[in-house]
Structure formats: C-alpha cells, structure tokens
C-alpha cells in the first residue's frame, strides 16, 4: 500500500480555495468544490483547510452518507445534544456550539459529499454560509442532486463553486513520479493515464493493487531504472466495487450497452443499436455511461474501467462478440479498423474460425501498425486452414518487428515446405531478414545466389531490390544509389520491390552528402505507402530513413519535419498494439532529434525508453544498436564518461558480420565521445580521423564531415584542408560551418570561431556551436582579449546550459582557460579518472617518463604540487550533478 500522497497538479485550484477562504469583509468567505468521484476533490479540501492556519478547536468536519440521508442532522451526530421535535431549536443550538464564542470566521467547517445531507443537516450549513458564521468548504460529486438549501448555496451566488478536472497528463505524471521515486517510461504513464482518466482515486487504486502483483515495476535495464506497466491490470476488489456503483442502479438493457462497449469500442452507433437498443443506448448516454465524439459519431465508454469491471462472463461475452461481428459483416465496411475489429471479435467469440477473413484482417492490421496483432491473426488463419500463405504473412510482420531470430525460425520451416517458385519467394524473404534485420550480410547474398530462378521475374526484381539494401549495408553508397536507381525507373510491378529500393536509395543519398534528392525520394515512398496496402506498414521505416538521411549533413530542420510527419500520421491509433507500435517508433525518432539538438537530458530520457522497448531479448535489434550508441553519445556529451562506456560496450560484444559497415560512423562518433568523457581527447581525435578515412574511401562523405567536424571540436586542427574539400561533395549546411570551424582554429581566429558557432546553431547543432564558442574564448583568452573572451564564453555556458549541461572537452578548456598545453590537460583529465602514470602511458601510447614529465612541468605552471593539486585545478568540485527531481541528469558545465 503506497501511504503517502502528495498533493501535485493542484496549486492553481489551492491559490483560488484560499483566496476564497479569506474573503474580503464583503462576502462570505468559503467555496463549494465540485467534480467526479476520486477526483481528488476530499483531497484538496482537507489541504485547503490545512492552509488556512486555524487551531485545531476551531476546524470540524462533517461528511454527508447515502445511509443517513433519512436521519435529521445526522451529519452532526457528534455535536447536537438536543434530539427534541423542533427542528429549528435543534438547528440554533448545533450552530451555537460550533461557533460559541468565536468572531464568525474564526471556525472553519469543511463539509465533505455535500449531496449526500440529510435536509436538516443541509439546511444549518446553509445558515452557516449566509449568516457568515464561520468559513465553509463543501465537496459535492457532479452528476448528483443535492439538497436544495445546498444548491442554493452557490446557485445564489453565497459561495463560488470550483469545478474540479482530473489531471492532466503532465500533472499525473509528476505525481506518479513523485509517489514511486522514479521516473516513468513515457508509455506507462500515458497508459496509466488512459486508464484512470486523471481520476486520482482510481489511480491510487490502481498503483497499489499493479505494484502488488509485480505488473507495475522498476525496470533496471539502460542507463538506470524506469518504472513499467504491462498495461493490463486485474482490478483490485475495492476499485471493482468503485467503479460497478456507477452502474449498480442501471437497468438490464444499460448494462448490455456497457457490455458491448466493453468488449470493443469505439462502436458505431448504427452497430451499437443493433445488438443492443436505442432507447438504451440513449438511456446510457443520459446518465453519463458513454461518450460520442459527434452525434451520430461513434460511441465509447465514459471511463475505461468500465469496460473492465464488465469483461467477467466470459461465456456471455463470447456471445456478445459473436453477434457484434456478425453485425459489423452487414455493414460491408473497407476500413481496415473495422476488418481487423471484426477479425479479433470472430477469434473470441461462438463464431466458426475464418480463415479468409484472419488472412485480410493480418494484412490490415499491418497497415494499421500492429505488427504483434498482425502475427497473431495470422497464426489463426493458419490454424484454420491457410497454409503457406498465412505463415508467409506471419514473417512480414515477425521482419518488420525487428524479431529477426523468430522469423528466421518460421523461415526456415517455409524453406523445407515451399515448392518451386515459392521457394525462391522464401529465399528473398531469409535474404532481406538477414541483411536488414540480422546484419549478416554475407547469409543474405549466399541464400540469393542459392535459391533465387533466374526464369522468375518477380522474385528478380525483389532480390535486385534487396541487393541495393546489401550494397548500402556494405557502405558501397554509390553503387546502392545505381542499382535502387534503376529498379525505381524500371517501376516493377512489385510494391514491396520498389518501397526496398526506396529504402536503399535514401540511406545512399545520406551516406554520399546528396540530400538535395532525398525528399523526393521520400515523397515517392510515402505515396506508395498510402497507395499499396501491403506495403504501408512500411511507411514507419521510410519515417526514421527519411529523418535520419538527414543527420550527417545537417539538415536538422528537415529531419524534424520528417519526424513530425510520424506524430501526425498516428494521432488517431485505434488499436492499443497499434499505439505501442507508434509510441515506441515516436520515442526513438525524437531521440535522435534530441541528440541532433543537443537537448542532452531528453535525448537521454528517450534513447532509454527506446532500448526497454526492444526488450532484453534478441528483437529490435537495429534500433537497439542505435539506441545505444545514442544514449552512449548524449551521455558523454554530458561529461559523464563511466557512464558513457557502460552504455558503449555492450555494442562491442554483438555478433556482428565484418561486411555490415552501415553503422560504424555512428559507433565511432559514440567511442570517440566516450574516450574525450573520460579525457583521453588524442585517442578520441585519433578514433574519429581512422573513421574518416574509412569512409573517405567508401565514398560516404556525409559522415566523413561529421567525424572530422567532431575532431575539430576536440581540438584537432588539422581538419580544415580536406573539410573545405569536402565542401564541394557534401550538400547541407554543416560541411561549410564545420570547414570555417576547423580553418578558424588552425589560424586561432577567435572571431572566426565565433561566426562557426553561430553557423552551427544556426541549423541546429548546439553541443557543436558551444564548443567552438568555447574554443573562442580560450582563443581570445591566450590573445589577451579579455572582452571578446568573456562574452565567448557566456555564449558557451549559454548553450551549454540549453542542452541541459554539456559538459565537453572544449567546454572546459574554454570556460576554466589555464595555461597549459592541450597535451597537459589530457593527462591531468585521465588522472582525475583515476588512472595511474603506467595506465595513462599505455592509454596514451607514451612512455612513464613523458607522463610524469608533462605532470612536473603542468604542476610549474599552475603552482601547485601533487596530482590532487592538479586535479582540483582542472576539476574543480561541483556538487550540482543531479537535477530538481532527484534523477541523475547531464552535469553542468565545470
């Protein structure tokens, strides 16, 4: 049981209470509180009573019950004595004794469930708000009728009323937080939120009973521990018991309403009053039980927890999903929400299993982006009949969960059953498992070259396709960009061939710098995606492709409107896997955003929930892999550096096929961030220059710009030549600013650094833009400008500050200048890691001498002895390391 609740999401509700509850001599101090039951409403009282600072002898409390409603002052059983025949005598004396002697406003009554008073008891209240005898909040449930000397009471303008809503989002996440003293993966918070409404009775509830059974809990995995739900709950008997008093009193032909909403909803409102009736449906509505978007809209439960207290009689359920299948066949709908409602509905219910319609809905739920629903309709079209086909359909959604190990399996039973053709049709689907899925690109061309008919044009067409994904995965850009090219203009009958080589040709465009054809690209993929049904579950891919291409050269801008594109295209989710599918591919998306931006804690925060989202098992594995070097590459940028290793060498570990080079830029920019964390800034610069040359011979210049661009920024000022060579290569803004970056520093131009910085926020890269102001500052700083070098380093700390505290190698040379060399204060850095003068020569590639050479002469210039004094220069303490919450965030700037 969680005891100890704070009061969130209500200081604006508490501000209006008090200022009511001291009254200004002209009207009667108090406020009637009125909304949902467990809104929180009995809550807020007793807190705004609290805040009023009364005594204790001057605060009494009186509450209103549906038991004693009948019984003449029966909410003040404790303070009437006199049990005489006149009303009014006894009314006077329960007034005397609760004001006595005070001036009036002295006493402070709260009255809670004011609807529920026995009319005597509501009447003296009412004397106590017009007489002005004492300061009054009432509580009073929505939807119900009061007594009338109640109602009055702010009907008559005696007493505001403040209307109570439930909370927000925001406000229930904060208080989630607050309550389980961590933090909350996004999707559990917009689950619990769905679930409860923002009703902070339920939610209580709720917390309780899901923590006790172990489906509410505090995942451990990356980066530190988030709290998770599962999503399903099984209601505790208290919350069962709240929820079905709403329905208690309602008549038989309600609750059957209730009961189809329960077992699927939204319902059309012509389906709803097929299997039920109008005059019930209407009856429903009246008392608050359903909800219509328009009027003859489709309907849904007013409350989720509705529908649960209702999916009990699983005998009468199957039945009634029966007949709702039954009826939406009538309808002849083509929406894919209603093939895939009608699917699930036949799958559980009296109805004969339909193989036909399991086979159509896989397809459509695919479409609609519920890949895990897709794989199950498909198991049960198999299961009633369908064969090959519907194990076929089973891989595409298995594929494009990222499961690679799972479909392979199912794969590899297809490759001992299919015959002919169809085998040639199972050895593109193991090819484009293993190259997009697995990385092992050299199992992919050998099940091709094996398997694939020559004589077999469509089975053709789709390997060409995924060859163009192999060449892309092997870093050959150009030669992807030509083959995905030609399948394109050839324009092939097969959607799934065109939407591959759509894939494969915008990560070449990426890789080689020409972003200027990647949006048309793009537009071509998503008009496909919105033309062909069987391949616009794809359209998620093309999303994160399409963002993504746009990384390396700087187009931030672009990539985000690629990224809003996905937001928009799932607002309106009907299905609950469907919404995960979404919310998890929206999460990772804005991830990379963040990282692009800087935006440190959030990018941290999102590449975590992204890594849960893949789970610990095998799936997920692509976007497992980038996930993690991105939380490695925020986390380092943030100065943490251990942190930072312990998110990079789990990717160190992964089987990997020496042939898949698609994500090695990414993997060197994390480990060279990593090493400058730890302050090892030469092996850093030396990483990202191998790095460099690698992909300079590969032909993928757009990460070539980025390596060197980050070298730069840890101090190498060797860059400039082949950047400004690069420039004519690389379309985008970055290859340009980062060009003049790298001249400025070779030359030790301070304005120059000042005019890269504003170039690289300019489009976006904020961590890039605060180390080359930073770079400014110390620039100006060694050329005695001590102007021009403050107002370059409050430019710095100020982007440092947006990203949420950066906290780099340029940072802290540049906002802590001291005079010694960058040599120096790498070695200073590796000491402060704790590193011993052997551990840092070997780190360093330098003899035991040199070490202690560089730590002699350092320790001449500063004034200082022993490697503590140097560190305490180089590092001064600071304890500022968490944020407000209490959760580990990026540290501030040193």
């Not at 009990?312 to 039945?319: E, V």
């Not at 998110?647 to 990997?656: K, L, R, V």
């Not at 460099?692 to 980050?710: K, N």
Request: proline share 4%; aromatic share 4%.
């Amino acid at each position: 049981m969680i005891r100890d609740w704070p009061l969130l999401g209500r200081a604006e509700e508490l501000r209006v209470i008090t200022d009511a509850t001291r009254g200004d001599g002209h009207r009667t101090r108090g406020i009637v509180l009125t909304g949902a039951a467990g809104v929180g409403k009995t809550s807020l009282a007793r807190a705004a009573v609290a805040a009023c600072g009364r005594p204790p002898e001057h605060i009494r409390w009186i509450t209103g019950t549906a038991s004693a409603r009948d019984v003449p002052l029966a909410a003040f059983a404790d303070i009437a004595v006199d049990f005489g025949p006149d009303p009014l005598r006894r009314s006077r004396e329960v007034i005397d004794t609760l004001v006595g002697d005070s001036t009036g406003n002295d006493v402070i009554l709260g009255v809670d469930d004011a609807h529920l008073l026995d009319d005597l008891s509501a009447f003296t209240v009412h004397q106590l708000v017009t007489r002005r005898l004492a300061t009054v909040i009432l509580t009073v449930r929505s939807r119900e009728r009061p007594p009338d000397a109640i109602a009055a009471i702010w009907q008559q303008k005696h007493l505001e009323c403040l209307e109570l809503q439930p909370l927000s989002l925001p406000e229930m996440t904060a208080l989630v937080e607050q309550v389980l003293a961590g933090p909350v993966h996004s999707r559990c918070a917009q689950q619990l939120w769905q679930f409860t409404q923002g009703n902070v009775l339920y939610l209580r509830h709720l917390l309780d009973s899901e923590i006790g059974a172990g489906r509410l809990h505090l995942n451990s995995g990356a980066g530190g521990g988030v709290w998770l739900w599962d999503g399903q709950p099984q209601l505790s008997p208290t919350l069962t018991e709240l929820i079905e008093s709403r329905i208690a009193s309602t008549t038989q032909p309600v609750r059957e309403v209730v009961d189809a909403l329960a077992v699927t909803e939204p319902l059309d409102i012509a389906i709803l009053t097929t299997v039920t009736s109008a005059d019930a449906v209407a009856q429903a509505h009246a008392l608050g039980l359903l909800r219509l978007d328009t009027a003859d809209g489709p309907a849904r439960l007013a409350h989720p927890m509705l529908g649960e207290v209702r999916r009990t009689n699983s005998l009468r359920m199957r039945r009634l999903r029966g007949r709702i299948a039954a009826a939406l066949a009538t309808t002849k709908s083509t929406d894919p929400r209603d093939l895939v409602r009608r699917a699930v509905l036949t799958a559980d219910s009296d109805l004969p299993a339909d193989p036909t319609l399991f086979g159509a809905a896989t397809w459509a739920a695919m479409q609609l982006l519920d890949l895990r629903l897709a794989e199950t309709l498909a198991q049960r079209a198999e299961a009633s009949g369908s064969g090959i086909q519907a194990k076929i359909a089973q891989v595409m959604a298995l594929t494009w969960q990222e499961r690679g190990h799972d479909a392979e399996r199912v794969l590899a039973e297809l490759a001992e059953q299919a015959p002919g053709p169809l085998r040639a049709h199972v050895a593109m689907l193991r090819a484009l498992n293993f190259a997009g899925i697995l990385g092992q690109i050299a199992r992919a061309e050998r099940e091709l070259d094996e398997f694939m008919a020559a004589d077999d044009a469509d089975t053709q067409v789709l390997a060409a396709a995924v060859r163009a994904l192999i060449e892309a995965a092997r870093g050959h850009a150009a030669a992807a960009a030509d083959r995905a090219a030609d399948i394109l203009t050839a324009t092939p009958d097969s959607n799934l061939a065109r939407m591959l080589a759509t894939f494969a040709l915008i990560s070449a465009l990426r890789d080689l710098g020409r972003v200027d054809e990647i949006e048309a690209a793009a537009q071509a993929g998503y008009a496909l995606a919105e033309a062909a049904n069987e391949v616009s579950h794809l359209r998620v891919p093309l999303y994160f492709l399409h963002a993504y291409a746009y990384r390396p050269a700087g187009e931030l801008a672009q990539s985000d409107t690629a990224i809003a594109r996905i937001r928009q295209d799932t607002l309106d989710i009907p299905f609950e896997g469907s919404w995960h599918v979404a919310e998890s591919w929206r999460a990772y998306m804005a991830g990379l955003s963040a990282m692009n931006r800087g935006d440190l804690p959030e990018a941290q925060r999102l590449c975590q929930e992204s890594l849960v989202d893949a789970g610990s098992d095998h799936s997920g594995r692509p976007r497992k892999r980038f996930a993690r070097l991105w939380l490695a590459t925020v986390t380092a940028m943030a100065g943490r550096g251990a942190d930072a290793r312990r998110e990079f060498e789990p990717t160190m570990h992964w089987d990997t096929d020496p042939d898949a080079v698609g994500w090695i830029g990414e993997s060197s920019l994390a480990q060279a961030w990593m090493c400058a964390a730890e302050g090892a800034v030469s092996q850093a610069i030396s990483i990202l220059h191998d790095a460099a040359t690698r992909e300079a011979d590969l032909g993928r210049h757009a990460w070539e710009v980025l390596l060197l661009q980050t070298a730069t920024q840890f101090g190498d000022r060797t860059a400039a030549p082949r950047l400004t060579e690069l420039t004519h290569l690389v379309q985008g803004p970055r290859a340009a600013v980062a060009a003049g970056h790298a001249g400025a520093l070779a030359a030790d131009d301070g304005n120059g650094l000042l005019v890269a910085a504003t170039g690289y926020e300019q489009f976006g890269d904020r961590i890039a833009a605060a180390d080359a102001a930073a770079q400014a500052a110390a620039v100006h700083h060694r050329n005695g400008k001590r102007g021009s070098a403050l107002t370059a380093a409050a430019t710095a700390q100020r982007l440092a500050a947006e990203c949420g505290g950066a906290d780099t190698p340029a940072l802290r040379a540049g906002t802590l200048p001291l005079p010694i060399t960058g040599r120096q204060r790498e070695i200073i850095e590796l000491a402060a890691q704790g590193l011993s003068n052997k551990q840092i020569a070997d780190r360093l590639t330098m003899s035991v001498r040199s070490v202690e050479g560089h730590l002699f002469r350092a320790s001449q210039r500063l004034g200082v002895n022993g490697r503590d004094g140097l560190i305490a220069m180089v590092h001064p303490p600071d304890a500022s390391d968490r944020n407000d919450a209490g959760y580990d965030l990026p540290i501030s700037p040193r």
